[in-house]
């Protein structure tokens, strides 16, 4: 999958924003996995009611 892995993502500017804030909630996974992706499903359907924005911000690269 693409570059991912090269460098570690800084969360520091995401979670100064969710800190001051009741309506927004990161909720970072690793698409690659199974798992870890339905985790952050169940995340965030035993925290909120509805999710009114949704950010994806993964990709899928081949290299073939």
Request: glycine share 4%.
């Amino acid at each position: 999958a693409g570059i991912r892995g090269l460098f570690k993502p800084d969360w520091s500017e995401l979670d100064q924003a969710a800190s001051e804030s009741d309506r927004l909630e990161v909720v970072p996974m690793d698409v690659q996995s199974l798992d870890s992706v339905k985790a952050s499903v169940e995340r965030a359907r035993s925290s909120v009611d509805r999710i009114d924005v949704l950010i994806n911000n993964a990709g899928v690269n081949s290299l073939s």
